[in-house]
């Protein structure tokens, strides 16, 4: 039985490659993530649903129209529960393409900016914090002051 509001969308074998040591995390709409050799258990968080490797096979919950997706509770909810849509605008205005760590999250989540948009806010999975140096979840002794703790030797 799925959570109250999703729909299994694809069972796919992913063709997308990965990054050696990226940790997938969140973004505003699900890319396909590649299960192979993965464990079974959720791998990518996004502001509509989550995917997740079940037999080295990709497996996505997309939210229902108008709803977002709360990490918390791993459910979907009405936008007007929630109080923000996948597409609300955020600094962005200001912004270079890209992601950006959110330090009122302690850095647990980050935003994505292109061409000035906002794309939604994504989330790093079991403690990791967004390094925006390699555009990543990562841990935290991997990443610079606000966000980590590593220290720059000289």
Same mark, same amino acid.
């Given at each position: 039985?799925?959570?109250?509001?999703?729909?299994?969308?694809?069972?796919?074998?992913?063709?997308?490659?990965?990054?050696? &040591?990226?940790?997938?995390?969140?973004?505003?709409?699900?890319?396909?993530?590649?299960?192979?050799?993965?464990?079974?258990?959720?791998?990518?968080?996004?502001?509509?649903?989550?995917?997740?490797?079940?037999?080295?096979?990709?497996?996505?919950?997309?939210?229902?129209?108008?709803?977002?997706?709360?990490?918390?509770?791993?459910?979907?909810?009405?936008? +007007?529960?929630? &109080?923000?849509?996948? /597409?609300?605008?955020?600094?962005?205005?200001?912004?270079?393409?890209?992601?950006?760590?959110?330090?009122? /999250?302690?850095?647990?989540?980050?935003? +994505?900016?292109?061409?000035?948009?906002?794309? &939604?806010?994504?989330?790093?999975?079991?403690?990791?914090?967004?390094? &925006?140096?390699?555009?990543?979840?990562?841990?935290?002794?991997?990443?610079?002051?606000?966000?980590? +703790?590593?220290?720059?030797? /000289?």
């Amino acid at each position: 039985m799925l959570p109250r509001g999703f729909h299994v969308v694809a069972v796919l074998l992913s063709l997308a490659g990965s990054v050696d &040591g990226e940790v997938y995390g969140y973004n505003i709409h699900l890319a396909n993530v590649d299960c192979t050799g993965q464990p079974d258990g959720v791998a990518e968080i996004g502001c509509d649903g989550y995917i997740e490797c079940v037999a080295q096979r990709m497996v996505k919950h997309i939210c229902g129209d108008d709803e977002v997706f709360r990490r918390d509770s791993m459910t979907c909810s009405p936008v +007007t529960e929630v &109080g923000h849509s996948c /597409t609300e605008k955020t600094v962005c205005m200001d912004l270079l393409d890209g992601r950006y760590a959110d330090p009122g /999250t302690s850095c647990q989540s980050y935003f +994505t900016c292109h061409g000035h948009v906002f794309f &939604g806010h994504g989330y790093c999975p079991g403690g990791l914090v967004f390094n &925006g140096e390699l555009q990543l979840c990562d841990w935290s002794s991997n990443v610079l002051f606000p966000c980590g +703790t590593k220290v720059v030797t /000289t």
